[in-house]
C-alpha cells in the first residue's frame, strides 16, 4: 500500500461493506447507490425461503459495541503489517450509514492490502439479524459469490453481489449467534490476490477467539 493517503481514502469507503450488504435485504437502492427502505411492506422480504442456523456455543458482542477495533489482537494487527494506532473505527453516533449498520472498524498499513470488520447490530435491530437475513438475500439471487465454511467451530460464509476474489477483495461474515453476525473484509491484495480471503479468515478466527476470552 505504500505511504500514500490514497489506499486509506479508499479503504474508509469500504469496510463498511458487510453490513450495507445485509441491510440491502430491506432496502431499495437509488440512483447515487445510497439505499433506502422498502415501499414493499415493513420489510419488503419474505422470510420462508431461509432456512436457521443455529450456534451452538454463541458469544457476546455487546462489550465490544463501542470499541469495535479491540475485537482484533495487536498480534494479528501486527503480522498483517498494521498495528492498533492506525484503527480507523466508525460508531453509529459519528456516521449515518454506520447508524443502519453497526460499529466498524478498519486498518491500514505499509503492507499490501486493508482489513476491517462491522458488527451488524443494525439487522439484529431490524428482525434480520445473524446469517439468516444473509441467506435471505442469496435466495433473492442478490449474491453471485456463496461458498460456506467454519471459523473455528463457527458457521460463516464468503459471500458477495460478484466474486472478486481474483481481484483480492474478499467479505466473510461468520454467525457468532443465530442472530448476530461480524462481517470480516480483506481488500486491495492486487500483488496476492489469493491472500485476501486467508486473511479475512485468519482475522475472523482472531475476533472469535477474542469474544471467548481466549487471550
Known amino acids: 500500500m505504500g505511504g500514500s493517503s490514497a489506499p486509506a481514502a479508499r479503504w474508509s469507503r469500504l469496510f463498511v461493506l458487510p453490513a450495507v450488504a445485509i441491510l440491502a435485504v430491506s432496502c431499495s437502492v437509488t440512483e447515487n447507490g445510497i439505499a433506502e427502505p422498502s415501499d414493499s411492506g415493513s420489510t419488503g422480504i419474505s422470510m420462508s425461503p431461509a432456512p436457521e442456523r443455529t450456534v451452538s456455543d454463541p458469544l457476546d458482542i455487546s462489550p465490544y ?21 492506525l484503527a480507523k473505527p466508525s460508531l453509529p453516533e459519528d ?41 435471505v438475500s442469496r435466495d433473492q439471487g442478490r449474491y453471485k ?40 473484509t480483506a481488500h486491495s491484495f492486487y500483488e496476492n490476490p489469493q491472500r485476501a480471503c486467508g486473511v479475512a479468515n485468519e482475522v475472523a478466527a482472531d475476533v472469535i477467539q477474542t469474544l471467548k476470552g481466549e487471550r
Open 65 to 85: 459495541l463501542s470499541n469495535p477495533c479491540d475485537l482484533v489482537s495487536p498480534g494479528m494487527l501486527s503480522r498483517l503489517g498494521t498495528s492498533p494506532d
Open 145 to 184: 459469490l456463496w461458498e460456506e465454511l467454519s471459523v473455528s467451530g463457527y458457521p460463516a460464509v464468503y459471500y458477495g453481489v460478484r466474486d472478486a476474489r481474483s481481484e483480492g477483495d474478499c467479505d466473510l461474515a461468520i454467525g457468532i449467534a443465530d442472530d448476530m453476525t461480524v462481517g470480516v
Open 95 to 135: 456516521n449515518a450509514i454506520v447508524a443502519e449498520t453497526g460499529p466498524a472498524c478498519s486498518w491500514s498499513g505499509e503492507s499490501e492490502g486493508s482489513i476491517g470488520l462491522g458488527i451488524d447490530t443494525g439487522n439484529f435491530e431490524r428482525g434480520l439479524g445473524g446469517l439468516r437475513g444473509l441467506e
